[in-house]
């Protein structure tokens, strides 16, 4: 049983739609990252969460921790073919990662 | 720049045999981890290390051992393999916990006939 459920688990969506990915836990974390792993690669920070209620932006991408610190998610605004990856969210008490979305987006 | 070096990158066992995957780190991170990625299942940490000389259980960590004998290096191994172990393999390190960025190494493909 993981502690951090993502969904949706897949996602094909067309270049320039918008898409929303959830991060889900029964369990407080202090903070929460979110990563994204491309084929035959490790994954790669994109961004850490640390308060409750935090929004961060970077560019195209909106990350939101929830106000009690047990859940967040993540905005893609006009998705591009370079955004299809393995998007992942982990609570940094461990290094626990959650189940993961695979989005892929179609030129 | 290095960063996190995993070797080998590929192998195939066979049921009972025993192997090591050697994972190297040149950023003098305290924290190291292994992960295994099945498909569907994210990653699932089996081991980690808060620091040289030091090791503990994962999510996962039946079948498998660990060592960190010296900060740079963290091992794991396999004693007997089965089928089941066939996975993806990353290592990771980071320099404390929480909130540190965490590096990850290219992955091992291990394949258990």
Not at chain 2, 25 to 38: A, G, L, V
Not at chain 2, 51 to 72: C, F, H, I, M, W
Not at chain 2, 85 to 99: E, G, H, I, R, W
């Amino acid at each position: 049983t993981q502690l951090l459920e993502q969904s949706p688990q897949f996602l094909s969506i067309q270049e320039g739609e918008n898409l929303t990915v959830y991060c889900n836990s029964s369990s407080v974390f202090s903070s929460l990252q979110w990563y994204r792993q491309e084929p035959g690669e490790g994954p790669v920070l994109l961004v850490t969460v640390v308060t409750g209620g935090e929004v961060k932006k970077l560019k195209r991408l909106t990350f939101q921790f929830g106000d009690a610190r047990k859940d967040s998610s993540l905005h893609i605004t006009a998705a591009q073919p370079g955004d299809t990856g393995l998007y992942l969210c982990a609570g940094t008490y461990k290094y626990i990662f959650g189940t993961g979305t695979r989005l892929k987006v179609l030129a | 720049n290095a960063g996190v070096t995993q070797t080998p990158k590929f192998r195939v066992l066979k049921t009972g045999q025993s192997m090591t995957l050697l994972c190297a780190q040149d950023m003098n991170h305290e924290y190291m981890y292994w992960y295994r990625q099945d498909p569907g299942m994210g990653l699932r940490l089996i081991h980690y290390s808060v620091g040289e000389g030091t090791t503990a259980k994962g999510e996962v960590p039946d079948g498998y051992n660990v060592s960190r004998l010296k900060k740079q290096n963290f091992l794991l191994g396999l004693e007997s393999a089965a089928p089941s172990q066939t996975s993806v393999y990353f290592c990771a390190s980071s320099y404390a916990a929480p909130n540190t960025e965490a590096f990850f190494g290219q992955g091992t493909r291990l394949t258990v006939v």
